[in-house]
């Protein structure tokens, strides 16, 4: 038995421990934490089977009755210091109280893909509902990254690995336990680049399930948000332009990924039409769909200001360009933790967390950036100029700071593609790290996870105002269940420990990749019925 069990490979338990890790945070957070999501879980029981009891119009154009408990679902917002012991024992998780809200998507201006879906796992229970889109979300990205890695050439396996690793510390991994379309987006325009490239590198039966990962990571995008559409686009013509080839196989090959570009950007023309051409790339922020509504004992829409913000004096024209373009850069850093709360922006981390996870982008960046291609280095310059440019653009066009309304997690899913096109190392020169790199990388990563997971519960089950490592004691909120506050923490923790260094000791090192190239490839191509 214990024979057979040493003969596992490694890589194949990451999977579980993807699972394992995920599901901790899909627990850390109650129902309501994420940004907006009394806006989101809204849409998407409107969008649900049971529409007609529970999203009804009424009176006024665009006023509706929906769910008293979605309505106010996030009573604890703004406040660290409260808990989430307001959804308390007389918190109705039904559907039967109605009352009246205007915040959802009547008008049709998030794209509809992400709300059909999960609108389709809406019930009579709230809370169920709620989790089990979380958990589909955690099984979707899974399964996509599985498919991905067991399909992908060797030598591209290790993009995909640090793709997902370098920006998922703390706010895509915070996104896994919200009801929020921003991680659909961040897991789109993730997976869409690599699924292309691979699509483009392989053939037969590889090649057609590649193709079909590329098409569903780009609705996935597309169908999210409409800023993602666009950056979807992005992504695709990036790979397309990096694996051009004047060969009449290049041009039939690439009319599945232009014709799904076609589809993104019908998405995003719909949602621009439907705010009436005031799209997020030219209103006061992405969001601008959610902002604007105050809800009885609940919060207002999108409050979009980070730390610090709002203590300078105003500026405009030229001052507020310089400010601007100056200051741009904390909207990438807040994706990592650095000056941006996760939640309703409430949930602050401390400064182990951005410095962490930062220092092992650059650490592995700047070892992927190491002699680039010509069409891949023009290809990471034009989306550092586009990081830098379109929030600017916004944040003019509103006439307002970095700080304000614009959130690093619209941001994140560019932040993705930026870290897919430095690691996307040839075969004959692949990114790999010493052993001290990899230790480095492997502690920034988890120590970072382990903060952030920590605070993300204590934000919660007594606010912040309670301190101490011991997260069971004198527990506010927490879910019904076996399970308690430090189990999640600590389960999680280690899972994602034992995740980061099995991917980084097994994909970041030149030996494995030279062991895994041979035989396992061979294999895996024989029983996919092609040889390359």
Known sequence: MLERVRRIPLLALTPLLALLSLTAWVFASPIGAGPDDDFHLVSSWCAGPTADE?????????????????????????????????????????TDV????????????????????????TGDDIQASAV?????????????????????????????????????????LFLFGTNNPSLWAWIGVG?????????????????????????????????????????VCLAIGAIMIIEFAHRRRFYLQSILPALSALVALAFFASAYLARGGASGFTGESFDDAESGSTVENGPAANPGTAAGAGTAPPLSGVGLLASNILNVPRLWTGVFGDRWGLGWLDTSMPALVPVATVAALVL?????????????????AGVVIVLVVLPVIVLQAGGIAVGEQVQPRYLLPLVALLVVLLTLAPAHRPLTLTRVQQFVVIVALSSAQFVALHLNI??????????????????????AGPVSPNAVWLLGSLAFTLLVTVLVTRLASASSLSEHRGGRRRALAEALGHTD
Not at 102 to 109: M, Q, V
Not at 144 to 151: G, S
Not at 207 to 227: E, H, K, N, Y
């Open 54 to 94: 529970t999203c009804v119009e009424h009176g006024a154009a665009a006023s509706y009755q929906a769910p008293q408990a979605l309505v106010e679902i996030a009573c604890f917002a703004f406040d660290p210091t409260r808990s989430a012991s307001c959804q308390g024992e007389d918190w109705s998780w039904s």
């Open 98 to 121: 109605l009352v009246e809200t205007d915040r959802f998507n009547f008008a049709g201006t998030y794209p509809p893909t992400y709300y059909a879906v999960t609108g389709a796992l």
């Open 132 to 172: 089990l889109m979380r958990l589909l979300s955690v099984a979707l990205f899974v399964g996509m990254a599985v498919a991905l890695f067991l399909l992908l050439p060797v030598h591209r396996r290790p993009a995909l690995a640090w793709v997902f690793l370098l920006t998922a510390v703390p706010l895509g």
């Open 191 to 231: 997976a869409a680049p690599l699924a292309l490239i691979g699509y483009y590198e392989t053939a037969g039966r590889r090649q057609a399930a590649l193709g079909a990962l590329v098409v569903l990571s780009t609705l996935m995008a597309a169908g999210s948000r409409s800023d993602a559409a666009v950056f």
């Open 364 to 380: 592995v960046g700047t070892l992927g950036i190491a002699r680039p291609s010509l069409r891949r280095a023009l290809m990471i």
């Open 458 to 479: 204590r934000r919660y089950v007594t606010g912040i105002d309670e301190s101490g490592p011991n997260l069971d004691a004198g527990v506010e909120w927490w879910w």
